[in-house]
């Protein structure tokens, strides 16, 4: 944490004055309350910048941020805001921590792990994988040449049936 504490106090003025908008999606109650307190600073004054999105997964799983997509729409039709029949793909996808954000193209694993280990698990459903045998720091250019390149050949049908 102090890692992320010194990060986003170094960074922010670069940050802002370079149009990065910072967001971050996960649970934050376990953190410390001044690194919350910094970090929902830093989200606010990133807020209405466009020129680059940076999105930090902090305590961050796939599975609770459906389950709590779920609990947040149950409690709009329990309270009658929401009709059944309003529930929706859309709705829901709306409801998750990353409602704002496209849903990924490529989805890279580094470390040679070939799992996705819970990680936008909803956002995820038509990304193409590359896995890479190698730790994140350790990926140079031509590495990221090769997955863009490897991306752009790929036959996408977003789970349509496409006949031979």
């Not at 670069?14 to 149009?19: T, V």
């Not at 990133?46 to 680059?52: F, G, K, Q, V």
């Not at 921590?97 to 890279?108: A, G, H, I, M």
């Not at 936008?120 to 459903?125: D, I």
Request: charged share 25%; proline share 4%.
């Amino acid at each position: 944490m102090g890692l992320l504490r010194t990060f986003v106090q170094r960074e922010l003025d670069d940050l802002r004055d370079n149009g990065v908008c910072l967001r971050v999606i996960g649970d934050r109650t376990p953190l410390p309350e001044d690194l919350q307190d910094m970090l929902a600073r830093a989200e606010a004054q990133t807020r209405a910048n466009r020129r680059i999105a940076v999105t930090l997964a902090l305590n961050y799983g796939g599975r609770q941020d459906i389950v709590n997509a779920a609990q947040q729409m149950a409690q709009g039709v329990a309270d009658g805001e929401l009709g059944v029949d309003e529930i929706s793909l859309q709705a829901f996808g709306d409801a998750l921590s990353t409602s704002s954000l496209p849903d990924p193209d490529l989805l890279v694993r580094t470390g040679g792990e070939q799992r996705i280990s819970n990680f936008l698990l909803w956002q995820c459903a038509y990304a193409e994988m590359f896995f890479i045998d190698k730790l994140w720091p350790d990926i140079g250019p031509d590495d990221v040449h090769a997955m863009v390149e490897t991306y752009q050949h790929r036959r996408r049908r977003f789970g349509a049936i496409i006949g031979s």
